[in-house]
């Protein structure tokens, strides 16, 4: 079991306007992203050799991408892995070009939630349905969050202070992302004055229902040059799937995640990455609540179990603290376009560690990490970055 | 762009009882084929590093497949590309080996017909379905028949009768496959007097519809002889997608499929296959109807262009020809379970490369083909085995 370090390197990225995109069809979005991809790259469609498509409800995509990014006769792969799918395109595209049988391959995801009747993301099990009364993701992870306050013997006021400066932050970031969803400042007075969804969580605990499309073109490090003078290499992915729902597992404490830790430790591990606090320099991680953010700050390891809040309260995670968290706006600011978001989170730390992440960027960035969750939460992936070889 | 010849093997395989599964659910199906694929390899499920599966249209099953077959903490990925799904998880998992990140890794894929509600497979794009009146799947190849006959001045009774031939060898074949959802003979006169589906094929010119799973462990191929003596190689595996529906292609001839032919191609020049008709020793293809096995035997270069039924005639794919066909029965027997058919085509090949085919082996296979076709027909996959390295 060799690691896939150094074997794979980015050399174009490219993501569409996310938002409320009633004026575009699933088509127009990846089109969007893949021909900036392309552009970014400096190659041609027939320049790509494999394909892989990451959507999870937005149908039988392999088939369907092909005629509009003029991909002609090569293998067109969908890939589905609930919330995490997005990471499993670049994933397998990774393990294809590290298999040597292809040298320029494509990873594209979307979805389009806003005009599919789009119902929200339950807790069920893939085939065996587990839906239940207030099953739905805003009610788990309230349960997160109400669990997390009580560890801490802080009331709903006192907990949901300190999730609002995730909230704060998240937006304030976004507002340096032209193509987020939202690009708007949130005091934590609006944050804590929003409609309950699921108490303790409000309007602005939660990322908004997106549509959206991201795209990486991927090829063997050894050529990467003669793409770009500044490709990124993928370090290491790790993914993990937890065989149970954590709250069917006796003892489960309600405040991290398996998926999380087990994927992180295989990513870690393929990088040889030993104390992430101090090794990465910039994340994008799954804050699809303010609350989720905060235990994967710990299961990550970027703060220890339980003091996550402590960073928060110190600004560790601000684009001006130790390590910038979702310096794009995250979920929060990009919604959850499921499909998409894995290559999306790989998007802002690809641009980071380039030096053109524009107003958001950050000082100095050479290891990224990007990192998604699903399946309330039985997934995980990890993937971390880097700008130069032999980091 | 290196091959993937000979650095992945196969060291275990399963499939559950095809057929009417009324009582048994989607795991029950996955636990039979893939525990006979674990006792296969002499492996553990903890052995297992990475898993890939493979369904159509049976659930977002990455994580729900974890918990029955004891796979703990692994990376697990579902992979969907219409009728080639279940190659698409052999595909991807030898992707995952050959990439050097895994040295075990499962591929399972299986589909459950007959308790969904499923109203047969149209011929919907994605995103963007084109549905049509009469535009289901015995209605597309019913064209295709059509024509046929047309190009060689056939009435439908001579026609009938020589596809005929093609569905009483596959029902023969089936007769012993313990495992096949058909196993009994039927007669020329029994074919043509079948009641019409759409015109000229019959009911006896179709597949079933079936539920069934399949199962391969997958390892790299220096590691192979430390699981079983007898371990399989691939030879190379081609995908390929046409970017368009061949009947909106100007100038579409009817009697074959660029993505058969591409497929082919890319998987013979991998595997070194000059002449497949005299290199190739055992095959199993798409037989989702009579007519369809007929233009692949001249698509994948087993006869040439326009002369498959002559072959038909001399019983050449027959289990006693020149190149057997669908030794197992085929889908003809064994139905379209989707997300099974590409590993259970892959178990026949891999069972007789093996010698370990019972009462129908062909003699001294050695090199073998399995085929499968998708999308009306838009994607079909390639993959060759052999049981010698370096062959």
């Known amino acids: 079991m060799e690691s896939l370090k150094d074997k794979v390197a980015i050399v174009g990225m490219g ?45 039988e995509a392999g088939v369907t991408i092909a005629d509009p990014l003029k ?19 670049l994933r397998n595209a990774a393990l294809g070009i590290a298999s040597g049988l292809y040298d320029v391959v494509l990873a594209v995801g979307f979805e389009k939630l806003k005009d599919t009747g789009f119902p929200g993301l339950g807790t069920g099990r893939g085939t065996n349905p587990v839906y239940q009364a207030g099953a739905t993701a805003p009610g788990y992870f309230a349960n997160i969050a109400t669990r997390y306050f009580h560890d801490h013997g802080w009331d709903n006021e006192r907990g949901k202070k300190i999730l609002a400066k995730i909230s704060v932050k ?49 090829c063997r490090a050894d050529l990467a040059s003669s793409f770009r003078s500044d490709p990124i290499f993928i370090k290491g992915i790790g993914l993990s799937v937890d065989p149970m729902l954590p709250t069917l597992r006796p003892g489960f404490d309600y405040v991290g995640f398996d998926a999380n830790r087990n994927a992180a430790r295989q ?50 995670f601000t684009l001006e603290g130790d390590l910038p968290v979702n310096t794009d706006g995250g979920l ?60």
């Not at 193509?179 to 929003?194: G, N, P, R, S, Y």
């Not at 990007?370 to 971390?384: E, F, K, M, N, S």
């Open 170 to 218: 998240n937006h304030h970031n976004g507002t340096m992302s032209p193509k987020a969803h939202f690009q708007k400042e949130v005091t934590i007075d609006e944050v804590l004055k929003a409609p309950i969804i699921s108490s303790p969580l409000g309007l602005l605990d939660c990322c908004p229902t997106t549509d959206g499309a991201a795209a990486a073109i991927l």
């Open 71 to 89: 991909l002609k006769n090569i293998p067109i792969t969908r890939v589905e892995n609930w919330c995490v799918t997005g990471h499993e395109a």
């Open 15 to 59: 993501i569409s306007k996310f938002g409320e995109r009633w004026d575009a069809s699933s088509e127009d979005m990846i089109i969007e992203a893949v021909y900036e991809a392309y552009e970014d790259a400096g190659v041609e469609p027939s320049d790509i050799q494999a394909a892989w498509v990451g959507t999870l409800r937005s149908g």
């Open 332 to 391: 929060k600011a990009f919604g959850h376009p499921v499909g998409a978001t894995g290559l999306r989170t790989a998007h802002e730390i690809y641009k980071q560690l380039q030096g053109k992440a524009g107003l958001r960027q950050v000082n100095d960035a050479q290891i990224g990490l990007c990192h998604t969750l699903g399946g309330t939460p039985q997934v995980a992936c990890v993937a971390i970055l880097g700008n130069t070889k032999g980091q």
């Open 267 to 316: 990513a870690y591990e393929q990088a040889g990455v030993k104390n992430p606090r101090e090794e990465i320099d910039v994340a994008t991680v799954h804050d699809c609540f303010t609350i989720t953010e905060m235990v994967i700050y710990e299961d990550l390891g970027f703060s220890p179990a339980g003091r996550g809040w402590e960073d928060v309260e110190a600004g560790t």
